[in-house]
Antibody, heavy 122, light 108 residues
Framework: EVQLVESGGGLVKPGGSLRLSCAAS????????MSWVRQAPGKGLEWVGR??????????DYAAPVKGRFTISRDDSKNTLYLQMNSLKTEDTAVYYC?????????????WGQGTLVTVSS | SYVLTQPPSVSVAPGKTARITCGGN??????VHWYQQKPGQAPVLVIY???DRPSGIPERFSGSNSGNTATLTISRVEAGDEADYYC???????????FGGGTKLTVL
């Protein structure tokens, strides 16, 4: 059974930093492309970014609002995905979900974690 | 950037058919995926590649995609189908994931 468990959320001041983690199990993590999706309180889903498997280059892509501030990385030895968030803004307040990216066209998100809440406030 | 447009809300009586649309420029040339999100829960993939169902998703859920509109159809709607539904595509021109704004399905 695929399991994704996010952690690391909390309250941070504007301009601060936070690192989220996503512990994965139930599948071959090293072969998987992974993504982060967020949801502001009472709002819709917003794609944050993705990381390819190392076999496929391990490269990353980011949504425009977070590019240059957020960094996605992975530790295949620990089956863990990370999201380093710097220069946080109040508009980054959201539940952050870790997802697997469906193989094939790598265009959809087939498994989701339960999410971790990040609150950016002074 | 690519934009997906969904109606904010759709209402349907139990046992009837609900249709939720997702509009986008020439969306028929893209693969559309749909997610169901119930209150307080993470989203669940219900349709991928326009019309494929993941294992465990009832056959009552189906999808289509043509021209400028993709549609999620839920037949024989049940109270448990009440949720927010989001369409999603991958914009390969910018290498970005794109979600629609979401549609709240209310079962009357």
């Amino acid at each position: 059974e695929v399991q994704l468990v996010e952690s690391g959320g909390g309250l941070v001041k504007p301009g601060g930093s936070l690192r989220l983690s996503c512990a994965a199990s139930g599948f071959t993590f090293s072969n998987a492309w992974m993504s982060w999706v967020r949801q502001a309180p009472g709002k819709g889903l917003e794609w944050v970014g993705r990381i390819k498997s190392k076999t496929d280059g391990g490269t990353t892509d980011y949504a425009a609002p977070v590019k240059g501030r957020f960094t996605i990385s992975r530790d295949d030895s620990k089956n863990t995905l990370y999201l380093q968030m710097n220069s946080l803004k109040t508009e980054d307040t959201a539940v952050y979900y870790c997802t697997t990216v469906g193989s094939g066209s790598y265009s959809f998100f087939d498994y989701w974690g339960q999410g971790t809440l990040v609150t950016v406030s002074s | 950037s690519y934009v997906l447009t969904q109606p904010p809300s759709v209402s349907v009586a139990p046992g009837k058919t609900a249709r939720i649309t997702c509009g986008g420029n020439n969306i028929g040339s893209k693969s559309v995926h749909w997610y169901q999100q119930k209150p307080g829960q993470a989203p669940v993939l219900v349709i991928y590649y326009d019309s494929d169902r993941p294992s465990g998703i009832p056959e009552r859920f189906s999808g289509s995609n043509s021209g400028n509109t993709a549609t999620l159809t839920i037949s024989r709607v049940e109270a448990g189908d009440e949720a927010d539904y989001y369409c999603q595509v991958w914009d390969s021109s910018s290498d970005q994931g794109v979600f629609g704004g979401g549609t709240k399905l209310t079962v009357l």
